[in-house]
């Protein structure tokens, strides 16, 4: 089985940062390809941003420009740095392996962001 535990999340006023962690752990040979997601209240889950393997990132319109996604292979963990934040990025964040654009793995528990006006 493959884990995925995200941490890092909070309150935060708005104008504010948080950084995001993704740790994976267990049967996989190498971490892959990684995404962020986050879902609001009330709405479906959304694909934030994605890395590659080799740190290409790719960024959802609405926080191009205010979030970075990272990675560390060697710890097997991904990052989300939130700059800017704004109260509609409020949501419960996700990370999760990416093989041909689809997830791959059960979804954890999330880490709760919340930003206030």
């Known amino acids: 089985q493959v884990h995925l535990v995200e941490s890092g999340g909070g309150l935060v006023q708005a104008g504010g940062s948080l950084t995001l962690s993704c740790v994976v752990s267990?049967?996989?040979?190498?971490?892959?390809?990684m995404g962020w997601y986050r879902q609001a209240p009330g709405k479906q889950r959304e694909l934030v941003a994605t890395i590659t393997r080799g740190g290409n990132t790719n960024y959802a319109d609405f926080v191009k420009g205010r979030f970075t996604m990272s990675r560390d292979n060697t710890k097997n963990t991904v990052y989300l740095r939130m700059n800017s934040l704004k109260p509609e990025d409020t949501a419960v964040y996700y990370c999760n392996g990416l093989s041909g654009g689809s997830t791959i793995y059960s979804w954890g528990q999330g880490t709760q962001v919340t930003v206030s006006s």
């Open positions: 267990g049967s996989m040979f190498s971490l892959g390809a």
